[in-house]
């Protein structure tokens, strides 16, 4: 089949997910099962990375296929192959020649197949880590990651999350924090609280920070990285848009590491325009491929982690299109030999709600049986602002999957005087005494425990789904319901706020509003692209602002996600800013930019419209922590030697965000002396993002 023609095949055989419409999917189910026949003949001499894109992902997928088996299986068809592995010798054939399927071809053998034929596979095929007992990844293990997020990356908000994390049962796998603020130094103090948790208490568990490779390897020449993170995607291009690496430059930073957490997810190509034609299935099989060819080489610690549903509607839109995703996922991460976990989740803007996750969220991990799945204070993470997995499911769904956690971790749970599930406030307030004990503190068991105690009701009182407990089988208090319903309800208004103009007239001095290409707010919604343009007949406004002198910095506003964040922070946030800016002597455009229905990159297209040096881009993001959290992206224009490069299509990489802006999260004051901090150090270096070298 001619190179053209079996991309296209490829495409077409996809079980129809929204995201594939933009590089040719359809939903015709005619259309669908021809093109799926037509995989079922093709032999997997056919499946060579480069056919799909010629860039150095596909280089290093085609150096780390085993050759000696991929000789073994070359002559088979995807229809041959299919057939063995639902047999009753499926894992052994697996086990044995899996190693000589390129990424492409294991692609195009979960397209053919149906949901059962997915599930049944996924019930077959287990990558156990190293270990005794009941091992990370082996049939009879089921884990999870806590994680502890915080919007102000505050200490006794995550200490508290992961002991109450403890007290289910969970954490055997890794303990994963995101940074609100994504620099080298939040990521060194992060780290560093990880270890002294894990270490205090002697959890036989993992921990890892979840920045990005480069700054994760900065920031190991001031504290030890357990484990190494980064997020894959399924082309080069891709690949440095999230990280400014291709795939070898990812695999040389790698090699530095004990441990490596890779995160994937369907569709991350597609919504940033960098799927270079390929759909979100192979490109997912790719990542996969690219975190096996990693492990093989570094010979370390590796866990993958697929995060189905973040992304939003452009990619998924109903229930029945995230199952079949996580089916997939599944089946392709097992194939490629890889301790697979899932984050069944849900943005507030796709419109699932959390009754209907958490159904989906049961029978995703009986029919996928992934090795481990997220676990988080609460379903909406406080912080990144989406639906996923509490604490409290975790013993239900280990109960009806008859799974345990690592043995060490039950073993080390039972010392410490806590069940793998009663998470009692008394169990939380246990291991807080424990410690902090065991960090030297000279006050009694009781004295902490009664300290714990009123700092969970003090978390539970601001809103934290901290220490309220459970019901029977381990459900939702009442209260808990009441508090979810109420963020999915607050969450779905933000989508659709306007900003007040009085919030404007009162912070900003001057102003100019513009809008993107989004023709109204649900357009905007479903078709991200369309909010990173400022419209064509807005562009002259803003290439005449200044028609004297340019400025070196330009304020950008922006709804985003949550027009509400806005209306509640900028009072405390952009005349604070300005004036902070002023004095350090920062020369910053006399009349801010204000875009509705913005995304990030429409910040970098109106940085080349005014032809500034940087910007900041102030952006409602995250409905869904029940806060309205405001966010702070900072670029800088140009590129090392002095061309510009600001563009719609400019790379993430290339900006410092900070984020998580909010009286009761990263508080305004502290958040503009980092802004004023990091732009001094943009105009002082010219750069931003992940070539920004940190302060330290």
């Not at 803007?349 to 029978?363: S, V």
């Amino acid at each position: 089949m001619p190179p053209d023609a079996l991309q296209h095949t490829m495409t077409l055989a996809s079980e129809f997910k929204e995201g594939d419409r933009l590089v040719g999917g359809t939903n015709d189910a005619h259309a669908r099962e021809e093109a799926r026949r037509a995989l079922l003949g093709t032999p997997i001499a056919e499946f060579d990375p480069a056919r799909f894109v010629d860039d150095g992902v596909s280089e290093l997928l085609a150096r780390a296929t085993d050759n000696d088996q991929r000789a073994d299986v070359r002559h088979r068809t995807i229809g041959e192959v299919k057939q063995i592995l639902l047999g009753p010798h499926g894992a052994d054939w697996a086990s044995r020649y899996a190693a000589g399927l390129p990424s492409e071809a294991i692609a195009a053998l979960a397209k053919t197949m149906t949901n059962d034929d997915l599930s049944t596979l996924a019930g077959k095929l287990f990558n156990p880590l190293p270990g005794s007992g009941d091992r990370i990844g082996a049939p009879g293990h089921f884990g999870s990651r806590i994680q502890p997020n915080s919007p102000g990356d505050e200490e006794t908000e995550i200490l508290l999350s992961v002991l109450e994390g403890l007290a289910y049962g969970c954490g055997d796998v890794i303990v994963g924090i995101n940074p609100a603020t994504n620099d080298v130094e939040t990521i060194i103090q992060l780290e560093q609280l990880l270890e002294r948790i894990v270490t205090r208490l002697e959890l036989p568990t993992r921990f890892c920070v979840l920045s990005d490779i480069v700054k994760q390897t900065a920031a190991r020449a001031h504290t030890r990285i357990d484990v190494g993170f980064q997020s894959l995607a399924g082309t080069s291009r891709a690949l440095r848009s999230m990280v400014g690496l291709d795939a070898d430059g990812v695999l040389d930073l790698a090699n530095g590491f004990s441990g490596l957490y890779f995160e994937t997810g369907q569709g991350s190509e597609v919504t940033n325009g960098v799927a270079m034609g390929v759909d979100m299935l192979t490109l997912e099989a790719r990542t996969y491929g690219l975190a096996r060819a990693m492990q093989h080489t570094t010979g370390t610690w590796t866990i993958v982690n697929d995060v189905a549903g973040f992304i939003g509607p452009e990619v998924f839109r109903s229930p029945a299109q995230l199952l079949r995703a996580c089916l997939e996922d599944a089946v392709m991460a097992k194939l490629h030999g890889l301790t697979m976990g899932l984050d069944v989740c849900a943005t507030f803007h796709m419109g699932i709600d959390p009754a209907t996750l958490e159904a989906l969220t049961d029978e995703i991990v009986t029919r996928a049986a992934p090795a481990y799945l997220m676990a988080v204070a609460g379903n909406a993470d406080p912080m990144l602002g989406y639906l996923t997995t509490s604490f409290r499911q975790h013993p239900r769904l280990r109960h009806a999957t008859g799974r345990r956690i690592a043995t060490p971790m039950a073993d080390r749970l039972r010392g410490l005087g806590v069940g793998e599930d009663s998470a009692r406030t008394e169990d939380v307030a246990s291991l807080y005494a424990a410690y902090y004990r065991a960090g030297g503190d000279r006050r009694t068991a009781a004295e902490l425990a009664s300290e714990a105690q009123r700092e969970l009701h003090e978390l539970a009182d601001r809103g934290w789904d901290l220490g309220r407990g459970h019901g029977p089988g381990h459900s939702a208090p009442p209260d808990v319901g009441r508090r979810l319903d109420a963020i999915y309800r607050h969450a779905r208004r933000s989508l659709y706020a306007r900003v007040e103009p009085a919030v404007l007239e009162t912070t900003s001095p001057r102003f100019a509003s513009v809008r993107t290409e989004s023709t109204n707010r649900d357009d905007y919604l479903n078709h991200p692209s369309t909010g990173e343009r400022i419209r064509g007949d807005d562009q002259p406004a803003l290439r005449a602002l200044y028609p004297d002198r340019r400025p070196a910095l330009q304020l950008v506003l922006s709804d985003g996600l949550n027009a509400n964040a806005l209306n509640e922070n900028l009072r405390h946030v952009l005349p604070p800013l300005r004036q902070a800016l002023a004095v350090r002597g920062v020369a910053v455009g006399g009349v801010d930019v204000v875009i509705e229905n913005g995304r990030v990159r429409a910040g970098y297209h109106v940085g080349g419209l005014v032809d500034a040096d940087a910007i900041v881009h102030l952006i409602g993001e995250r409905p869904g922590t029940g806060l309205d959290t405001l966010s702070a992206y900072l670029t800088y224009g140009k590129d090392r030697d002095g061309a510009r490069r600001w563009s719609p299509n400019l790379d993430h990489s290339c900006t410092t965000a900070v984020c998580g802006i909010h009286r009761a999260g990263k508080r305004p004051q502290t958040a503009v002396a980092e802004i004023v901090t990091i732009v001094e150090r943009m105009l002082e270096q010219r750069t931003s993002g992940i070539s920004l070298a940190p302060s330290r």
